[in-house]
């Protein structure tokens, strides 16, 4: 089946996140605006996708948990999980490795973890805008480690990139799938290995920036199995 989808959304945990991007917002925003199936995937954490998962399976959207880590070259990557078990304890190994620096709130803005009811529950004290102390090669190990896929976010942009930062895409990676944003679409960067599936997103830090359902992906199910199960694949 053909799905719209918007699989890359920062909720209110990242800081540079607006904090209206709370677990019912952002499900009923992608339901107003059409879509199957998103992805949240906070900067370096999963800490508030029991919260999301739980508002989306009570309004019937598929959410697949997801982060967006930053390993010390300050490459951005994704990682895609089929279960919140998996990701959260994903998560919890990748907090270890996030250096002891305390967010500024004034400068780069709140970390709230939410509930349900998008009542704040909590804040993260360290800075999750931090780079990890672990490599690229070791932040796909580890995502594996917890039978996650690891998928290169917006691998054209300048700032956190892996081809701009990287210069290539290690083929010891195993990459099978890459981010392209909407700009280095246009600027043919889907054509960059063309045995790589590539997906687009929003990388909405808003409410209005999430996706309008122009991006369709196929899947044998709208279930984050069925997902995972398409990167595993890669492009057969
Ligand atoms: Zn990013
Ligand atoms: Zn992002």
Redesign the pocket.
Known sequence: MKLYADL?I?SCL?PCGDELMTPNNIVNMALLKGLDIIAV?D?NTCGNLSAVCSVAAQNGLTVIPAM?METMEEV?TLAYFATLEDALSFSDEIYTYLPSVANNPDFFGRQLYMNDDDEIVAQEPKLLLSALSITVEEGFEMVKKHNGIAVP??IDRPSHGMIPILGFINPHLGVTCVEVSPIGIAQGFAQYDPRLLTITNS?A?DLGSILEPIHQIELEQNTPEAFLEMLRRGKA
Do not use: I, N, T, Y
């Open positions: 890359h920062h990242s995937s900067h967006e951005h976010a917006h990388d830090h």
